[in-house]
C-alpha cells in the first residue's frame, strides 16, 4: 500500500507506545495498535486513472457548488474514510502556493471559508485545500514554478477536510458533470471544457 509522505513518522510513535502500554494495560495498548493502523490506512495513497476535462481533485462528496466572480468553484468534502491525497484538476504550471492562516471549523460547514488553506494558483485554475476542525496539516508537494500534469498528486491534508477548484473561465454550469450531494473519487471528471 502507497502512503503519503511523512506517514511513518504520525504512525511510528503509536506503534512504539504501543508495546510498553500492552505491558501495563492491554486495552490501552491494542488502542495504541489500532490508532497506528488507523494512521497508516488513512494516509493511504492508491493509484487512480485520470478522467478527460477538470478531474476532481479528491474522494468524498461535492459540498459546494457556486459562482464566484464569474467563475464556478466546486468544493469536495473529504470524510474520515475518503483518501486524503489531491491531485491536480488540470495541467498547468503552478504560479504561486499560499499558506491562508485562519480558524478550524468543520470543513463541511460554511463557516469553513475562513479556515487554514493552502491555495494552488496556475495560470487559469485555482485550487484551495482546505483544514477542517480536526485536520489542521496542509502538505503542498508542489512549488511555484512546477508543471503539473491533471491528476498528478499535489499535496495531502492529514486527517481532512476539503478541496475545491476554482474552475477556469470557460468552464460554465452546464459544463459540470457533477452536482452537489454525488460522490466523487480522485481523478473523475467535475467539469468538460467547451470545445
Not at 488507523?38 to 457556486?66: C, E, Q
Not at 458533470?177 to 467547451?194: F, H, K, N, Q, Y
Amino acid at each position: 500500500m502507497d502512503l503519503a509522505p511523512g506517514t511513518w513518522r504520525l504512525a511510528t510513535p503509536l506503534f512504539l507506545a504501543a508495546v510498553p502500554a500492552t505491558v501495563v494495560a492491554l486495552p490501552a495498548g491494542l488502542a495504541l495498535l489500532a490508532l497506528g493502523a488507523a494512521t497508516l490506512w488513512f494516509h493511504r495513497d492508491p493509484p487512480r486513472p485520470t478522467g478527460d476535462g477538470v478531474v476532481s481533485p479528491a474522494d468524498g462528496t461535492v459540498s459546494v457548488v457556486r459562482t464566484e466572480e464569474g467563475r464556478i468553484r466546486v468544493g469536495v468534502f473529504m470524510s474520515p474514510l475518503s483518501v486524503h491525497v489531491n491531485r491536480a484538476p488540470l495541467a498547468g504550471r503552478i504560479r504561486r502556493v499560499e499558506r491562508v492562516p485562519g480558524a478550524y471549523r468543520p470543513a463541511f460547514s460554511k463557516d469553513s471559508d475562513r479556515n487554514e488553506r493552502v491555495r494552488l494558483e496556475s495560470d487559469d485554475w485555482t485550487l484551495v485545500l482546505i483544514a477542517g476542525w480536526f485536520a489542521r496539516r496542509i502538505h503542498p508537494y508542489v512549488s511555484a514554478g512546477d508543471d503539473v500534469t491533471p491528476g498528478e498528486r499535489v499535496g495531502h491534508i492529514s486527517y481532512g477536510s476539503r478541496a475545491d477548484v476554482l474552475m477556469p473561465p470557460d468552464v460554465e454550469r452546464d459544463h459540470l458533470t457533477v452536482a452537489e450531494g454525488d460522490d466523487v473519487r480522485a481523478g473523475e471528471t467535475l467539469a468538460r471544457r467547451p470545445d
